[in-house]
């Protein structure tokens, strides 16, 4: 495929993923602001780095792993830590009592769950996609599911679970 092409199709994927990308930034930064610049940061890697990429199908989880490594750097240097029970503004309109509850919810959880948490069921990925993109074992993905899983039933409660 000749570069225009080859960047174009990287585009237009690119105009697919960017909210599955932006959200999965949020659950690391959990901040609007700098999970837009992490993504914006993470595109432009991306597209200076394109040839590189040789398998098509690599696409979605080298984009994540590279907002990952964004976020990480960028929370480095912020060096700082985001109290539990700040309160989050959240990237959707005005949500429900239940929207606070279950944000606050995956606040608390580890990083390494929430991650999980956030690509499996708001960017719908699959446990291997999971895994590609953590760089870990899918029994690892699927291990921090079920703890996170338990974890947020336990903060929320029976009448809240719903996953």
Sequence with gaps: MNRDKKLQWFYNQIIEL?????????SILRSVPE????VSSAIIKAHTHIDSLRNRSAL???LFRIV???CYSMAKLRQRTVPIDEEMSYPHEAGT?????VENAL???PQEQREAITLYYICD??????AEI??????TVKSRLSRARAELKRLLGDEYYEI
């Excluded at 990925?125 to 999971?130: E, R």
């Excluded at 953590?134 to 029994?139: A, N, R």
Aim: proline share 5%; hydrophobic share 35%; aromatic share 16%.
């Design 18 to 26: 960017r909210n599955e990308l932006f959200y999965f930034a949020y």
């Design 35 to 38: 999970s837009e610049d992490a």
């Design 60 to 62: 979605k989880p080298w």
């Design 68 to 70: 990952r490594n964004e």
């Design 97 to 101: 009592e239940y929207r606070v509850d």
């Design 107 to 109: 606040a608390r959880l």
């Design 125 to 130: 990925h699959s446990v291997n996609d999971i």
């Design 134 to 139: 953590l760089e870990v074992p899918s029994g």
